[in-house]
């Protein structure tokens, strides 16, 4: 079992920045940062594997970075020129199986937080 827990989110005006936090109870072969906006489906954001190999939906790329703080157990997600289009709800998941290929894809992760809200105001 892996618990989540994300904090960080907020308003924020467009071309602001936020940074997103993930604890985690330990880490998994898989992490990434998904989101969701009212009336649309969940989307990956950005996923990194244990190897450090990384992936970035292509609507973030430039703007968004995932790392991870071995240390503490967090996994971060630095979000800088915000858009109103990234207001969603955005949820830390993690999982042991899914394969880099599949990590920007929602449906194959086990493990999810609870979310955190970002709202951005143009």
């Known amino acids: 079992q892996v618990q989540l827990v994300e904090s960080g989110g907020g308003s924020v005006q467009a071309g602001g920045s936020l940074r997103l936090s993930c604890t985690v109870s330990?880490?998994?072969?898989?992490m990434g940062w998904f989101r969701q906006a009212p009336g649309k489906e969940r989307e990956g954001v950005a996923g990194i594997k244990d190897d450090g190999s990384i992936r970035y939906a292509d609507s973030v790329k430039g703007r968004f970075t995932i790392s991870k703080e071995n240390a503490k157990r967090i996994l971060w997600l630095q979000m800088n020129s915000l858009k109103p289009e990234d207001t969603a709800t955005y949820y830390c998941?993690?999982?042991?199986?899914?394969?880099?290929?599949?990590?920007?894809?929602?449906?194959?992760?086990?493990?999810w937080g609870q979310g955190t809200q970002v709202t951005v105001s143009s």
């Open positions: 330990r880490y998994t072969k898989y």
């Open positions: 998941a993690a999982d042991e199986r899914v394969g880099y290929s599949s990590l920007l894809l929602p449906r194959n992760w086990y493990f």
